[in-house]
């Protein structure tokens, strides 16, 4: 199906500077179909929009994780974050809230690590951050998971 026109236009003028506009129009595509509510939500909004196609044409592992749940980027959205860099105690704390005390399992530990490289990502793809932030971003979300997983094992 195609896209709406005004939402076609606005992909044209986001995409063609990220290396595979082809892909992301084919992401959105599968994203209409899939989720068409949310589809809608997302691409009326500029900045959503954005943030979708830098996605989509960046990360293959990352898109198939946004087209199962349209819904991590409205969390990108409503968070209003997106240029402030996390230390390994915000990503600590974050840990503890989303996945709770006690040994963890390894499902969550993932699904928290990709809910946070997706942000990661959308940072450095539309310049939210240098290099040298998004670098220490990565290194901080890696320490506080290993952190994490250390305190869990040793206190149990």
Not at 20 to 43: C, K, M, N, W, Y
Request: aromatic letters at 8%; charged letters at 25%.
């Amino acid at each position: 199906m195609p896209l709406p026109p005004a939402v076609e236009h606005r992909l044209q003028l986001v995409a063609d500077s990220f290396p595979d506009p082809d892909g992301a129009r084919s992401a959105l595509d599968s994203l209409e179909q899939r989720h068409p509510a949310a589809f809608q939500r997302l691409v009326h909004s500029t900045a959503a929009l954005r943030y979708l196609i830098a996605v989509f044409a960046h990360s293959r592992f990352l898109t198939d994780e946004v087209l199962n749940a349209p819904e991590l980027i409205e969390r990108l959205m409503a968070a209003g974050d997106m240029h402030r860099l996390r230390s390994t105690e915000d990503f600590r704390m974050r840990l503890e809230r989303d996945v709770g005390p006690g040994l963890p399992e390894a499902w969550p530990l993932a699904r928290f690590r990709r809910r946070q490289i997706l942000r990661i990502l959308v940072r450095d793809v539309l310049g939210f951050a240098e290099l040298s932030a998004i670098t220490a971003e990565l290194s901080s979300l890696a320490d506080a998971i290993i952190e994490f997983a250390y305190d869990s094992i040793a206190t149990t």
